[in-house]
């Protein structure tokens, strides 16, 4: 199993102004106090990936961010066009 991320953290809020930067959308969320049991901090380890592999990171977060919103707006046209057309997949 490999673990692909870029080995550097990014904060949820990070992650969240990266989306909405590429995006165009503005996310509803709201800042409050760290949990109990909040990590202080969490990142991918890819030296594995990458000895083995040659695997090297290509892409920044918002190159990231534009590809995962760009799937969804596809997977939701899918979705209309699925459910608009009968299908006979006899």
Do not use: C
Request: no cysteine; aromatic share 12%; net charge positive.
């Amino acid at each position: 199993m490999f673990n692909l991320g870029t080995g550097n953290g990014v904060t949820v809020l990070e992650a969240i102004k990266a989306f909405e930067k590429v995006s165009g959308v503005k996310l509803n969320y709201a800042i409050g106090p760290r949990r109990p049991g909040d990590v202080i901090a969490i990142y991918a380890n890819n030296d594995f990936a990458r000895s083995s592999l040659g695997w090297k990171i290509r892409y920044s977060l918002e190159e990231m961010m534009i590809t995962a919103w760009k799937w969804e707006q596809r997977l939701k046209l899918d979705e209309k066009f699925y459910q608009s057309k009968p299908v006979d997949l006899n």
